[in-house]
């Protein structure tokens, strides 16, 4: 049994995760900012009142945790604002800003507040998107988005340099486009599929390969 923790637990992909991870027998820990239904009734640890965008909260997690010990840690919380050129001032402008502290600078801050519950073997994966990737970029547009998982790819690879001496690998994945609240609903995967993707590549994520960038489905993909 391994000791799971992910963030954004409460719907979406970090729910499906929780759960599929609950069923194969893994101890899990779910952390959000408010819980749900769905969330409460899988077998699951819940810390709620973690906003992953506040270092406060993540500090209070780090202290709730206190004598655990982490094989896997899931940076799955996110935020998606909607943006475009010319129209980067006022309420959207704080949208980016959010966006980059929220996806961006958040998985590295939950990372570094639990590094002393990861031991050697342990296996960090980040939640990430292809709209992070510069080369991919064929339509424009979603500034802050963009940024900022392009700014997370760059802090799960530099954490994967980090780490690697410590013997703690890192995954940088992309889930697909899932159907979810985040999206309006829109999407062409299901929670639990790009679940079980992110799942088999947390499975077989090795020293060897830590780093990379990869799609749900197992192809990497360009930065």
Same mark, same amino acid.
């Given at each position: 049994m391994a000791n799971c923790l992910v963030t954004g637990g409460n719907r979406g992909i970090g729910l499906a995760l929780c759960k599929l991870l609950a069923e194969r027998g893994e101890r899990v820990i779910a952390t959000?900012?408010?819980?749900? /239904?769905?969330?409460?009734? =899988?077998?699951?640890?819940?810390?709620?009142?973690?906003?992953?965008?506040? /270092?406060?909260?993540?500090?209070? =997690?780090?202290?709730? =945790?206190?004598?655990?010990? =982490?094989?896997?840690?899931?940076?799955n919380a996110g935020v998606m604002r909607r943006d475009a050129l010319g129209k980067l001032h006022g309420e959207t402008l704080e949208g980016v800003y959010l966006q980059l502290r929220v996806n961006a600078v958040g998985p590295l801050l939950v990372t570094q507040a639990l590094l002393d519950k990861l031991q050697k073997g342990a296996k960090i994966g980040i939640v990430s998107s292809r709209m992070g990737s510069i080369e991919d970029n064929t339509s424009g547009g979603s500034y802050g988005y963009r940024m900022s998982k392009a700014a997370v790819n760059a802090a799960g690879k530099s954490l994967a340099m980090d780490l690697k001496e410590r013997g703690i690998a890192v995954a940088i994945l992309h889930p697909g486009y899932v159907r979810t609240d985040m999206v309006g609903g829109g999407g062409d995967v299901e929670p639990e599929t790009a679940a079980a993707g992110l799942i088999a590549r947390m499975d077989e994520l090795r020293l060897e390969t830590t780093g990379r960038f990869w799609h749900a489905k197992g192809e990497p993909l360009p930065w």
């Open positions: 959000c900012r408010n819980s749900s /239904p769905e969330l409460d009734a =899988l077998d699951v640890r819940v810390e709620q009142g973690i906003d992953v965008g506040d /270092p406060e909260d993540i500090e209070r =997690l780090a202290q709730n =945790l206190a004598g655990e010990r =982490l094989d896997w840690v899931i940076n």
